[in-house]
């Protein structure tokens, strides 16, 4: 155990939590760790939605360049953040214990969903089923780090603004104003973390795989399948869940249009052992069943 594994992260408050998360634990192993932040495109260009600058995988790539170039040894991510492929060289080695998947919408006080509101949030998955929920609403876009748009909430007059419930847990900012969404279907893979290694450094691989929760690494697989074979290269509002409850797997699934008017939904289950074609089946009926045309129209609108 003579090698420093280097751990790359981008350098927001939530990304090094997470990384010294993983450095912690990896400590707790015997294994020597150093921390190297960088900053991310997605943090540095902060007034352009994600959807309209064309990148896939904003928040990761400059880590995988880190990591390809040498300068890293593994990569801490918010697994909803990674792209369903992931660069040649590069191999996903363990999900950590999820935390809670939920939605929130974190207020200034008492608020009246039935009155006209502006609802802030960068996501076109929470716009959309936003929307698709309160139709009279309007909702504007937020960018930043956590700590950003929680101080945008502040600053507008917007009556509230859709974050992670995880990301807000783990560096102590939950406000004292929010609701739990419950209705809202998560990012696929939204509160777990990942790692990811080069796929030559065995030792790092084998470091890193002792920290991998088996059911947080079915489920995100479950969810990033149906994802991946939705998407096809094209950002879109999909929102996907998997729970293991009794042994069994329990899936849902979301297609929405970007204005939340149309919503294509599947819901299905199967036993704990029989996962691996629950996600990519999924999808394959959501696009059988209109999802193929409403992806077309998303891409098209989205090309605009």
Known sequence: MNKTIRIGTRDSELALWQATTVQRKLENLGYKTELVPVKSTGDLVLDQPLYEMG????????????MLNGTVDIAVHSMK???THLPKGIVQTAVLARATSTDILATKGSFTPEKPCTIATGSLRRKAQWLNRYPNHEVVDLRGNVNTRLQKLQNNDWQGAIFAKAGL????????NFENLDWMIPAPAQGAMVIVALEKDGFSKEATSKLNNTEADICTYIERAFLQKLEGGCTAPIGALAECIDGEIQFKGVL???DGQTKLEIAKQCPKNDYKDLGASCAKEVLDN?????MEVIKSEIEK
Not at 55 to 66: H, R
Not at 290 to 294: A, D, I, P, S
């Open 256 to 258: 929405f249009s970007l």
């Open 169 to 176: 847990e783990r560096i102590n900012v939950l406000p004292d």
């Open 81 to 83: 953040d990674v792209p």
């Open 55 to 66: 990148i896939t995988g904003i928040f990761t790539k400059t880590l995988d360049v880190a």
């Open 290 to 294: 209109g999802g193929k045309e409403l």
